[in-house]
DNA sequence: CTATGAAGTTAGAATAATCTAACAATACAA
DNA sequence: TTGTATTGTTAGATTATTCTAACTTCATAG
């Protein structure tokens, strides 16, 4: 399938193979998000992530390879290259400030963006992103509480930690969602739990470290180590 | 490449081949476009449009034709059926729904908004949609003046004029834009020229059908009969 | 240090959408 | 009515993405 993109201004036309960019698209945004501190993904993690063979994968890095988006060696890990992973935070930049703006603009819930902005976030129109991240007054948290690339593809690391880390007696807020899924969002709305909601540990359990909060008016739930170990949360100061 | 819709709450995973739904919903799109009065259109017509080659058409006719929603005989003309003519009725439908939210809640300009829409237009999320129909509160007109058909794929056929079909001292209201281009919007721009715009025949040159109106506080223009042909306009009543 | 299973690669095939080149049907002009 | 140009079809090739099945490399447990 190609699309045809033309300006008339200038009188050109330019074909762009969509499958191809989309596809491409794909293995970039994976490879991101499986990149953990050594950068490095296994090709069997990769094929895991996108449902497909390993096989698949193999050829499909010889061509990414090519096109100085992967770095690959054979049996080695892959990772991306300087340009690939800029390619990919340009990606979830689209990704997130669509959900942003499906949230702020359009009253989605948090846990129904994820499917509808993982179709946009391939759209070829840059002056569209600038509409919508001038709209939004220049966000750097999406709806999920994860920051959102810069237009140079540079992201904000803040330094969150996790609930199951915290002690008995903490005053913490609740900044981010990590691997937030339509499930567990839901599970966090049904407890009236969210972004910026500020939250007192009562105690955590030994045996099975499950957490014991405190938070809102008369708000009181024990979280598993599970839940808590997805729950990103910022030290009250003082 | 295919995309994977989830739908947590009912645990389910649905595979769609989006090449596959975009390609041929291109196909659709155009066989609709191309259909007049006879509602037939021709491979080579198609071909055309879609700047492809006439073998390729015959051989995406014939998937059509297995899939019950282009009739299609050896040398015959191409025709939708009606299923066929629904489901691109609805793809226009998002097209122009699109099209109507990027100028009236984006800010775009009317002759900005086609190639975004053509993107985008093939996201498979129907409460995307909906939200946008009722946050635009339910409209039956695109920014070009088109008709937007409804959920059911539905169109109301507007009766208008065409400008060129007008006669000296007529008092009409520009109310559509044919085949609008990006092109011929910024051209009606540069003249104030926009939907729902006043306008008085002033006269119409027999020698080549070019018409000099009046309209706003003080605009005069003559308009080739190329640029009239494709202004569709409601005669003023009394 | 080797054998074995996991991880990764290769070769070859399938599918979708496209093309070129050759062929067939149709339309219409003389 | 017949010859030619236009229109449409077929067959076979190409590219992108995927698969299966067979093979290779690696890591490590004994």
């Known amino acids: 399938m190609k699309v045809k993109l033309s300006c008339s201004i200038n009188r050109f036309s330019l074909y762009i193979d969509l499958m ?30 996108l449902e497909i063979k390993m096989s698949t994968v193999t050829s499909m890095m010889k061509k990414l390879a090519r096109k100085r988006l992967v770095s690959y060696r054979y049996y080695k890990p892959l990772k991306l290259t300087e340009k690939g992973r800029r390619e990919a935070l340009l990606i979830i930049r689209k990704h997130r400030l669509i959900e942003l703006f499906l ?3 359009m009253s989605f819930r948090w846990d129904e963006v994820h499917d509808i902005a993982e179709q946009i976030e391939h759209v070829q129109a ?8 001038s709209m939004l007054g220049f966000p750097t948290i999406d709806p999920h509480g994860e920051a ?30 990590a691997n937030a899924s339509a499930e567990f969002l839901k599970f966090l709305s049904s407890r009236q739990l969210h972004l ?43």
Do not use: Q, W
């Open 20 to 49: 191809e960019s989309l596809t491409e698209e794909n293995y970039l945004k994976a490879l991101l998000t499986l990149t953990g501190e050594s950068r490095e993904v296994t090709v069997s993690a990769l094929a895991k992530k």
């Open 148 to 177: 959102i690339p810069d237009k140079d593809g540079k992201l904000e690391r803040a330094s969150y930690h996790r609930l199951s880390s915290c002690k008995a007696g903490e005053a913490v807020t609740l900044r981010s969602v």
């Open 126 to 133: 840059p002056h569209f992103f600038e509409r919508m991240d």
């Open 196 to 238: 910026g909601l500020r939250i007192r540990i009562e105690s955590v359990e030994p045996v099975d470290g499950s957490v014991l909060i405190r938070y809102g008016k008369r708000h009181r739930e024990t979280l598993s180590h599970t839940i808590c170990d997805r729950l990103l949360v910022e030290k009250d100061s003082i």
């Open 103 to 105: 949230v702020d603009k």
